[in-house]
């Protein structure tokens, strides 16, 4: 597990330290060892963290002729059986890692490689007698690859900060990804937050030669469509793929362990570990408690279940709320809109002391249909029946219902449910795991948006209304998942030293997953029937029966109480150096009405509060370019 980074050097010549400078920005991601390469035309560095084969291994790794180089992030879980292919061939390999596997494999099959190999990576393989640079994401996008082409040449690495530590890119803030993030609470791909800089999307490759990139997908997340199958079928299937995927994803040389929060996805993965391990597991928990969504007493029924050795945390205000939150800044490239990110940084920390490897359960809801939004687009059917009049005056009513500081209350969920049943039901599955609507983004802002959002909806909208979930599942599948969930177990993760595995993301889990009837997903009110139908045998049933709860902080309360202070310095400090593009007098009534108790905005204020904490970490401005102000003035605006 690494971190990567590289440049071409075709129409500039940077200084010989720029590369090391550009790989210690990553050293978070491979504290045990870093290496860099350098030609006349390619420059590529690695930071390593020892997973397998411990004693050799380093990056970068070469060809036996020496031509060719590799930098490499990620595990290819099925190496050894690609190795004996490889071996039969003709090829002889120096060391025991995957590293070299995937060197040896692209030097046999060329971009065919990326088809045989299973796992997560992101990958920079240099050819110098072809002045060729090919660089590949995995299926589903669990590792980061962020490029940037200026003129002929390219910069790539798997965080932001790797790239912006070139004074030669601009730290500008862009509009494209700025209208999706104050909607969807993340940003798209192909699209960052900063302008130039893009994510290059999963399961694709990219080649540069010779100032000239061509890019392709090697696979796609499958059209789901759903084929008549048993359901005895369907749940052996399912048993067997998931046993696969974790034994597969067992492959270390470290200590590992499993994140475990009471819930039947994590409890899914611990089930299967502890079935192929012949030795005690690790589990680790954040607890909340004295909240109504704490989930210790599941943790604890699943721990007595299995017999592992658990340490958990209790997260409170008493622990360094604020220093966590500046780090996130820092450490998530991206700001994460996604409250998530702060018991996941707790969770890393107090995972860091006794393993270097975590399993996660992440990925099912978006395979399986986990998600409440997937049922509400059904629920809000008969609302858009109705006169828009007549909800606006069930909603103008609602103002009168109490807030209340749960994290997501009933009061919560009945209002964004009306409020998205007035939309087209693209939009309001965006907005129901979001947070501003088109109306209340543009009050926040001065200048027009690009309308990058409406891009993504209009693909979205033309599969509508399409089989019940498939389209909602799909879309989740392509960008929640990979620019939202795993970005922020990624950064937040590797921000300590640690990897995470999601055995769930295996692509071909997803594969199965998309030829699902889709009762099998959603049935009646009960979400994720298939999976749990498997568990049902294997998990304590409390754990197979409750509802989802999801892993997040109580964001309305703690804004009103121990985060207060921070969210009012913060609001402040970006007012003074953002005021063109933002709107601070919106901003300041939203906060007090959420002050006040008189609307629960915690998470809108979350998103807000860590965009504007990350622009000042990174001096990203605000202004738009020339070009971007250009194209305003000629649209007239």
């Known amino acids: 597990m690494c971190g990567i980074v590289g440049f071409t050097t075709k129409a500039w010549r940077p200084d010989q330290e720029r590369i090391r400078s550009a790989t210690n920005t990553l050293i978070h991601r491979g504290p045990d060892q870093q290496g860099v390469f350098q030609s006349r035309t390619c420059s590529l560095g690695a930071t390593r963290l020892k997973i397998v084969d411990l004693a050799s291994g380093d990056q970068p790794i070469f060809s036996e002729d020496r031509n060719s180089v590799i930098v490499f992030n990620g595990e290819i879980y099925n190496h050894l059986e690609v190795r004996r292919e490889l071996e039969s061939l003709g090829h002889s390999f120096q060391t025991h890692c995957d590293t070299e596997t995937f060197l040896q494999a692209f030097l046999e099959w060329d971009t065919d490689c990326f088809e045989r190999l299973r796992g997560m990576f992101a990958v920079a393989i240099w050819s110098d007698s072809e002045q060729r640079l090919v660089l590949a994401r995995d299926r589903i996008g669990i590792k980061p690859l962020y490029i940037s082409e200026r003129g002929d040449d390219i910069f790539f690495a798997s965080e932001l900060k790797g790239i912006l530590v070139h004074p030669e890119i601009e730290r500008r803030l862009s509009l494209e990804g700025l209208d999706c993030y ?45 084929t008549p199958q048993s ?51 690790r589990t680790f928990s954040i607890s909340f408690s004295g909240h109504s969504f704490d989930e210790s007493p599941y943790i604890r ?22 220093g966590a939150i500046e780090d996130i800044a820092y450490y998530s490239d991206e700001p994460s809109a996604d409250s998530g ?25 978006e395979i399986f249909g986990g998600y409440l939004t997937y049922r509400a687009n ?30 997501i209350s009933f009061e919560y969920k009945l209002k964004r449910l009306l409020q998205g049943s007035l939309m087209p039901p693209e939009r309001a599955h965006v907005y ?21 959002l409406s891009d993504h909806l209009a693909r979205l909208r033309a599969r509508l209304p399409g089989d019940g979930i498939a389209p909602f599942l799909e879309f989740d599948q392509q960008y929640y998942l990979p620019d939202d969930i795993l970005v922020k177990s990624d950064r937040v ?101 959420h002050l006040d108790k ?21 001096n990203i401005q605000s202004t738009p370019s020339r070009a971007v102000r250009g194209n305003l003035l000629t649209a007239g605006l």
Request: with cysteine.
């Open 493 to 593: 993760s590797m921000a300590h030293a640690i990897e995470v595995r999601p055995p769930f993301v295996d692509h071909r889990i997803v594969e199965f997953a998309a030829k699902l009837p889709m009762d099998f997903k959603i049935r009646g009110a009960q979400q994720k029937y298939l999976l749990k139908e498997v568990m049902r045998s294997k998990l304590p049933a409390a754990i197979v029966q409750r509802e989802k709860i999801g892993f997040d902080i109580p964001t309305h309360d703690w804004f009103r109480g121990p985060l207060r202070a921070m969210l009012m310095e913060t609001l402040a400090s970006a007012e003074l150096e953002h005021s063109e593009l933002f709107d601070f007098e919106t901003i300041r009534s939203y906060t007090q009405l």
């Open 378 to 407: 059904r629920i809000a059917s008969p609302f858009r029946n109705l006169p828009s009049g007549l909800i606006d005056l069930s909603l103008r009513a609602l103002r009168y219902w109490p807030v209340s500081n749960e994290k």
């Open 231 to 281: 359901l005895e079928d369907a749940k052996i299937e399912l048993d067997t793929l998931l046993d696969k995927s974790v034994r597969e994803h067992l492959m270390s040389d470290v200590p590992m362990g499993v994140w475990l929060s009471g819930g039947v996805d994590s409890s899914t993965v611990l089930h299967y570990a502890a079935q192929a391990s012949s030795s005690q597991l």
């Open 598 to 618: 008189r609307i629960n905005v915690g998470y809108h204020l979350w998103g807000l509060v860590m965009l504007f904490l990350w622009m000042k970490r990174w």
């Open 341 to 365: 990110a702060l018991p996941v940084w707790f969770l890393s920390k107090l995972c860091k002391k006794n393993c270097t490897v975590a399993f996660s359960g992440e990925g099912a809801d």
């Open 182 to 226: 104050l909607s969807m609470n993340y940003v798209p791909c192909p699209w960052t937050l900063v302008e130039g800089i893009e994510k290059l999307p999963p399961g694709h490759w990219l080649e540069w030669r010779d100032g000239r990139t061509i890019k392709q997908a090697y696979w796609r997340i499958p059209d789901i469509t759903p």
């Open 301 to 322: 029924q699943v721990v007595k279940h299995y017999g592992t050795d658990h340490e958990q945390l209790n997260l409170t205000p008493d622990e360094d709320l604020e």
């Open 432 to 452: 129901w795991n979001g947070t501003f609507s088109e109306k209340e983004k543009n009050t926040l802002l001065r200048v027009p948006l690009p309308g990058a």
